[in-house]
């Protein structure tokens, strides 16, 4: 297994080329029912292209609302993030007809770096499920006691083979792309504020939990 440490400025691009990912889909539907309702004289097209920009407009605005505080600065170096913005990006990106999100965190303002972890333990989860599910989010503790749990359940649940390795800086290619960049990102925002995390995979659940690297190695080795 190959160590990866990529350049600043590869970083950059690959969490640059995962946003413009997420939000082309629904910019390139707003772009299609403005079209038709320029071209198209039919009021049941007209209808439905402003219902398409609508709901697309809404998706788009979700997706850039997450992405700046799952990757922008978000602040100052230094900054606190209050879970409670946390909460509302989540419930904006996640909760819908077929997820259900249930949110369990004080509101209270969190170094933004731990705040950047739980939304990127969201995401990472939120890919275990893609018809929808159950996503549960706990946060508990104080300072560097704090821990953060995220975990789904839901139909065809899987997670890829690549994200534990990724999260821990490994790739067995040496290299990562555009579709792997946010697990090995979520890795460095967590040892960058002294957690580790462990993930745990069965046919019936996926969790992610980020602990204090120091406790969370005492686990490990306990068991």
Request: charged content about 20%; aromatic content about 4%.
């Amino acid at each position: 297994m190959n160590i990866l440490a990529l350049e600043p400025l590869d970083l950059a691009a690959l969490l640059a080329s995962r946003v413009c990912h997420d939000v082309i889909s629904p910019v390139g539907a707003i772009v299609n029912g403005l079209e038709v309702l320029e071209e198209d004289k039919d009021e049941g097209m007209r209808e439905f292209a402003l219902d398409l920009i609508r709901k697309s407009a809404h998706t788009a605005s979700a997706r850039l609302q997450f992405c700046r505080l799952a990757f922008g600065a978000a602040g100052s170096a230094g900054a606190s993030i209050d879970t409670g913005d946390a909460e509302k990006v989540a419930r904006g990106l996640f909760a819908d007809d077929r997820t259900q999100l249930i949110w369990e965190a004080p509101r209270v303002f969190m170094p933004k770096n731990k705040v950047k972890l739980a939304l990127n333990l969201c995401l990472i989860a939120a890919a275990c499920i893609p018809r929808g599910g159950v996503m549960h989010v706990v946060i508990e503790g104080e300072g560097d006691d704090s821990r953060i749990a995220v975990a789904v359940k839901g139909p065809n649940l899987k997670l890829a083979s690549h994200v534990a390795d990724l999260l821990e800086g490994h790739s067995e290619s040496g290299s990562v792309d555009a579709h792997g960049i946010q697990p090995y990102f979520t890795g460095l925002v967590a040892r960058s504020c002294g957690m580790a995390v462990q993930v745990t995979a069965s046919s019936e659940e996926v969790a992610l939990k980020a602990a204090p690297a120091v406790a969370a190695t005492l686990q490990t080795t306990a068991e």
